[in-house]
């Protein structure tokens, strides 16, 4: 509870921030070596991840920033490269709308789909059932098609470029990188290296964060029968978290399944064989449920029935899953950030290091891609209204809106995890209740599937 008032607290309290340049962020731990000379850059992006190389390329092809210099830096050596035969990768997101709406102005859908996207159309969880539209797409498609159409506009990152240090100039940002072998001088930083952001950190940008004790267990799953419509998001809520299955073809599905940090090792060590069975298991038996609640929530349902008519339920059951592909098998430790301020002079977070989800309701990415979108939009209207591109007033802007949506988001989702984590009994059958009577009332099921499925 005391995180969730920290959350309201941090929604109020964007109001009133104040944008001084911090200590930390003008004053680097040690100084750079002797200045060697520096290059001038308009727009540094740090980090090519997911986010990093869609803002990029969000510049890349806006008519106003075609004067300016821009570069992406990204630390690690190398960036994936997928072709159409290349078997799937583990990581996958499901885009919302919004998100393949920035692709298709991007460039890069186009591109994504000649390598593989999968539509859904449907979302089921073992209570309610929405028709729904998002498209299951592999990380490293999204990166590989962002770079590449990168590469068509004659932008490459560069690599090998890990942001050391940085420090306030008069009127720009002086980078230092780990190799020590040039200094940036650039008109506006964005970070977009991760939810341990370092550059959050040199700049002393304080956040609220806190771990789950919950870890998001990925796989790619093969499926016991060709699926031809294989168009179905699964989602079951247990008591120990939230497991989910998520189309890639006919053949394979991919899984994010939420489990305690006491379930970790366990289901890390079974063989593959075991693994699968343990997914079969959680998604088709009644062990994970509480005794008492079914029975209660089917009475419950029963009743309403006899007051609003029940829509009517396609029968259908999650695809049985066969094996997993090997080593697909990894787990990543799930937590709560919101960073207390988005922007600083010439400063800006984007993606993961602004904030970071948890991933049942597969948000997080979106809400990044959703940042690119809002800051081109704020610093292109900064160049129509005759402004600097890197003016505060404008970052303010984009600090005011994704702080303002993303907050929700977090809340929300927070909430529901917490909700659906809990073994308590009378919140376990409140819940089973509450999600029956949602699903046979459809103003209210329309609610939440909009809101589990809007914009980011
Ligand atoms: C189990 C799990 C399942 C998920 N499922 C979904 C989902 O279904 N849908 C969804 O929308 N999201 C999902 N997410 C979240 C999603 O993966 C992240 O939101 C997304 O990857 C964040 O992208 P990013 O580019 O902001 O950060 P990152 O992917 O972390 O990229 C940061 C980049 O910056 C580089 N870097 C770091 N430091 C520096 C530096 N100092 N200088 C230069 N470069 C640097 C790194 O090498 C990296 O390439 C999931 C997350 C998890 C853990």
Same mark, same amino acid.
């Given at each position: 509870?005391?995180?969730?008032?920290?959350?309201?607290?941090?929604?109020?309290?964007?109001?009133?921030?104040?944008?001084?340049?911090?200590?930390k962020?003008?004053?680097?731990?040690d100084?750079?070596?002797?200045?060697?000379?520096?290059?001038?850059?308009?727009?540094?992006?740090?980090?090519?991840?997911?986010?990093?190389?869609?803002?990029?390329?969000?510049?890349?092809?806006?008519p106003?920033?075609?004067?300016?210099?821009?570069?992406?830096?990204e630390s690690q050596s190398?960036?994936?490269?997928?072709s159409?035969?290349?078997?799937?990768?583990?990581?996958?997101?499901?885009?919302?709308?919004?998100?393949?709406?920035?692709?298709?102005?991007?460039?890069?859908?186009?591109?994504?789909?000649?390598?593989?996207?999968?539509?859904?159309?449907?979302?089921?969880?073992?209570?309610?059932?929405?028709?729904?539209?998002?498209?299951?797409?592999e990380?490293?498609?999204?990166?590989?098609?962002?770079?590449?159409?990168?590469?068509?506009?004659?932008?490459?990152? $560069?690599?090998?470029?890990?942001?050391?240090?940085?420090?306030?100039?008069?009127?720009?940002?002086?980078?230092?990188?780990?190799d020590?072998?040039?200094?940036?001088?650039?008109?506006?930083?964005?970070?977009?290296?991760?939810?341990?952001?370092?550059?959050?950190?040199?700049?002393?940008i304080?956040?609220?964060?806190?771990?789950?004790?919950?870890?998001?267990?990925?796989?790619?799953?093969q499926?016991?029968?060709?699926?031809?419509?294989?168009?179905?998001?699964?989602? $079951?809520?247990?008591?120990?978290?939230?497991?989910?299955?998520?189309?890639?073809?006919?053949?394979?599905?991919?899984?994010?399944?939420?489990?305690?940090?006491?379930?970790?090792?366990?289901?890390?060590?079974?063989?593959?064989?075991?693994?699968?069975?343990?997914i079969?298991?959680a998604?088709?038996?009644?062990?994970?449920?509480?005794?008492?609640?079914?029975?209660?929530?089917?009475?419950?349902?029963?009743?309403?029935?006899?007051?609003?008519?029940?829509?009517?339920?396609?029968?259908?059951?999650?695809?049985?899953?066969?094996?997993?592909?090997?080593?697909?098998?990894a787990?990543?430790?799930?937590?709560?950030?919101?960073?207390?301020?988005?922007?600083?002079?010439?400063?800006?977070?984007?993606?993961?290091?602004?904030?970071?989800?948890?991933?049942?309701?597969?948000?997080?990415?979106?809400?990044?891609?959703?940042?690119?979108?809002?800051?081109?939009?704020?610093?292109? $209207?900064?160049?129509?209204?005759?402004?600097?591109?890197?003016?505060?007033?404008?970052?303010?802007?984009?600090?005011?809106?994704?702080?303002?949506?993303?907050?929700?988001?977090?809340?929300?989702?927070?909430?529901?995890?917490?909700?659906?984590?809990?073994?308590?009994?009378?919140?376990?059958?409140?819940?089973?209740?509450?999600?029956?009577?949602?699903?046979?009332?459809?103003?209210?099921?329309?609610?939440?599937?909009?809101?589990?499925?809007?914009?980011?």
């Amino acid at each position: 509870m005391r995180q969730l008032l920290l959350l309201r607290h941090s929604l109020i309290s964007i109001r009133f921030s104040s944008y001084s340049v911090s200590p930390k962020a003008t004053v680097s731990h040690d100084q750079p070596n002797p200045p060697i000379s520096a290059e001038n850059v308009d727009i540094t992006i740090a980090g090519g991840g997911l986010v990093g190389s869609a803002m990029a390329l969000a510049f890349a092809v806006s008519p106003y920033f075609k004067n300016h210099k821009v570069v992406l830096l990204e630390s690690q050596s190398k960036l994936p490269k997928v072709s159409k035969n290349q078997p799937y990768s583990n990581r996958v997101c499901a885009l919302n709308a919004q998100s393949v709406d920035l692709f298709q102005k991007l460039g890069a859908w186009d591109l994504m789909k000649s390598i593989r996207v999968q539509k859904v159309s449907r979302m089921q969880n073992d209570q309610s059932q929405e028709n729904s539209l998002a498209y299951i797409v592999e990380n490293d498609v999204i990166q590989s098609c962002l770079l590449e159409r990168l590469k068509q506009l004659n932008i490459e990152p $560069r690599l090998n470029s890990k942001v050391k240090k940085f420090e306030n100039e008069e009127n720009s940002i002086r980078i230092l990188l780990q190799d020590e072998k040039i200094n940036l001088r650039t008109g506006l930083l964005i970070a977009a290296d991760g939810y341990q952001s370092s550059i959050r950190e040199m700049a002393g940008i304080s956040t609220i964060q806190w771990n789950y004790d919950q870890f998001g267990i990925v796989a790619t799953l093969q499926l016991a029968d060709n699926m031809p419509n294989n168009v179905v998001a699964w989602q $079951r809520f247990l008591p120990t978290g939230p497991i989910a299955c998520l189309p890639l073809s006919n053949t394979h599905s991919s899984l994010v399944w939420t489990v305690p940090k006491s379930m970790l090792k366990s289901l890390m060590s079974l063989s593959d064989e075991q693994f699968v069975d343990a997914i079969n298991k959680a998604f088709t038996s009644d062990v994970y449920k509480q005794n008492g609640v079914v029975s209660l929530t089917e009475r419950m349902r029963s009743c309403w029935q006899q007051i609003i008519p029940a829509s009517p339920t396609i029968a259908q059951y999650p695809p049985t899953i066969i094996n997993i592909e090997p080593k697909s098998r990894a787990a990543f430790p799930l937590s709560l950030l919101n960073a207390n301020q988005y922007v600083r002079p010439r400063l800006v977070l984007v993606g993961d290091s602004a904030h970071r989800i948890h991933p049942m309701a597969g948000q997080g990415v979106n809400m990044g891609f959703a940042d690119v979108q809002c800051l081109v939009n704020v610093l292109e $209207r900064a160049i129509r209204d005759g402004a600097d591109f890197n003016s505060l007033t404008y970052l303010v802007d984009y600090e005011r809106e994704r702080q303002a949506r993303c907050l929700a988001k977090l809340l929300l989702i927070d909430s529901l995890n917490r909700l659906y984590s809990t073994k308590f009994l009378p919140i376990v059958a409140l819940r089973s209740i509450g999600l029956s009577f949602i699903n046979e009332f459809s103003p209210f099921k329309s609610f939440f599937a909009k809101q589990a499925a809007s914009s980011a």
